[in-house]
């Protein structure tokens, strides 16, 4: 899979648990509560879609690393593939 | 009595299974018409339920929905639509004089059925259980989620009442008024029951849930085929303040809170107590400062249980048997039983009778059980021509806890 289809597939994410927001045009190097109303429990949201939809496990320390569409893209890509 | 210590009610925000606004609900009250339809409840199938259809996203985003509740989202519309019909100035006012009292019958049950049916479809790992879960079930959560939407600072809790809730936090309202805790409340009562099946199968298993092949029919209290509960969704939240500050900003005023009482049976878990409902509704008599006979319309809370009905006419008899200008109606056969907001709807669809003069009667009785008869109940047609000055309403609940709350019409 690649990073590109991994960040389609947090895009899709959001737009599910925050469905006010256009995510259309979100930019990858920005941080994503900077650019959309998203709080804390959205990001467990986030993490919650991740595991329920995909088999994704994202520790606690690891929350961080979804700060961007593009951090995202580099950590979970790897994750997604582990999986097969 | 000084204007600051009387109570009245300046706004009525609500939504009824056939009503989103006071003129709606009214207009179907007047023209006999109910509305119940028909869920398709988890583990139980079809059965008749009273359905709100109000827009939820006049005022919330759909962020909000899918985070909070659906009695958080019934609340918002009530205290929205009654701070819209009050006339307040919300823009200057201080958001930490309002209170937001809402009464609920329960609150929990929806999310977390809901939340064990989801960790069932992940044989059963609690790590699927979601972290909304508890904001979404702390029993303050109707009202907070008020808060949350519109900006109010000051205090706010639900009043877990059973079914006394509706008037239960009317009267919560009114006592912080009159301490001074708030310069306007928010009270009144919610319920988002209908989503639990928790609730119908209690009903259900307890011999208590209505059934009829035609839902509009279900709920017939007072009539000889009754046969229990239609479980309904709803909320009424009235916008009360103290006399003074209503004259101060000349606004309109839809009656004024004269007397209340809550007491206890302390005698059954759910069977009713006849004896101490009339001493409730007297206490409240008392405290109007009114005899029987002063009072126009009472209210019935009758639910079409066999038992409730008749104990709730043999305490009605008791206190307003020799009152020949008392009337008396119900509103659950057009709505079936709201819950947390039986009493505050059903008092909202009595209220136009002090402009309009019209009793607004009690439906599907087709044949009235002789144990429930008495001398002005209101059937099947409205009574009209009726000065009404006063109403009490009654509204009582499980563990034996009765509720009477009389409105007068307003006057200097």
Redesign the interface.
């Known amino acids: 899979m690649t990073k590109e289809e991994v960040q389609k597939i947090v895009i899709d994410i959001i737009e599910e648990?925050?469905?006010?927001?256009d995510v259309s045009d979100i930019k990858p190097e920005v941080r994503l509560r900077d650019q959309l109303?998203l709080d804390s429990?959205d990001f467990?949201?986030i993490v919650?879609e991740l595991?329920?939809q995909h088999g994704i496990e994202v520790p606690e320390e690891d929350y961080p690393k979804l700060a961007s569409l593009e951090s995202c893209g580099e950590y979970l890509t790897p994750k997604f593939n582990e999986k097969g | 009595m000084e204007d600051d210590r009387r109570i009245v009610i300046t706004g009525v925000g609500m939504t009824a299974p056939n009503g989103n606004d006071l003129d709606e609900y009214r207009t179907n009250l007047l023209e006999c018409r109910a509305r119940i339809g028909k869920l398709d409840l988890r583990y139980m199938g079809e059965t008749p339920a009273g359905i709100c259809d109000f827009d939820s996203l006049r005022h919330q985003k759909k962020r909000e929905l899918r985070v909070g509740t659906r009695a958080g989202s019934v609340s918002i519309y009530c205290a929205r639509e009654g701070l819209a019909d009050s006339g307040l100035d919300w823009e200057s006012m201080d958001s930490n004089r309002i209170g937001v009292y809402v009464g609920t019958t329960e609150h929990g049950n929806v999310e977390t059925e809901n939340e064990v049916y989801n960790i069932s479809q992940f044989d059963y790992d609690t790590r699927f259980w979601s972290h909304h879960h508890n904001p979404r079930t702390v029993a303050n959560n109707p009202a907070g989620e008020v808060t949350l939407n519109l900006g109010i600072h000051g205090p706010h809790y639900t009043i877990g009442a059973a079914c006394a809730a509706g008037n239960a936090g009317m009267i919560q309202g009114a006592q912080m008024l009159l301490l001074g805790e708030v310069d306007v409340a928010l009270a009144g009562g919610v319920s988002e029951s209908i989503r639990s099946f928790g609730i119908f199968a209690g009903f259900r298993s307890q011999g208590a849930l209505a059934t009829h092949i035609d839902p509009n029919q279900a709920s017939r209290p007072f009539d000889m085929e009754r046969n229990g509960i239609v479980v309904s969704e709803g909320g009424a939240l009235y916008v009360l303040e103290r006399l003074s500050d209503a004259k101060k900003r000349g606004a309109n005023i839809v009656g004024e809170i004269s007397g209340w009482c809550i007491n206890s049976d302390a005698s059954d878990y759910v069977l009713p107590n006849a004896e101490r409902q009339a001493e409730c509704m007297e206490r409240a008599l008392k405290m109007a400062k009114l005899n029987s006979d002063d009072i126009d319309i009472v209210s019935t809370h009758a639910t079409a249980t066999k038992q409730g009905d008749i104990q709730e006419c043999k305490a009605v008899r008791s206190v307003f048997g020799k009152s020949e200008k008392t009337y008396v109606n119900n509103t659950k056969s057009y709505i079936g039983h709201c819950m947390g907001a039986a009493g505050a709807l059903e008092l909202a669809g009595n209220l136009p009778s002090f402009s309009d003069g019209i009793i607004h009667p009690t439906i599907n009785v087709d044949s009235l059980d002789p144990e429930c008869e008495l001398p002005n109940l209101v059937i099947n047609t409205p009574k009209e021509g009726v000065k009404v000055d006063a109403i009490l309403n009654s509204s009582f609940g499980m563990l034996g806890i009765n509720s009477a709350l009389i409105i007068r019409r307003f006057s200097e």
């Open positions: 648990i925050a469905p006010d927001e109303d429990m467990l949201d919650m595991r329920k």
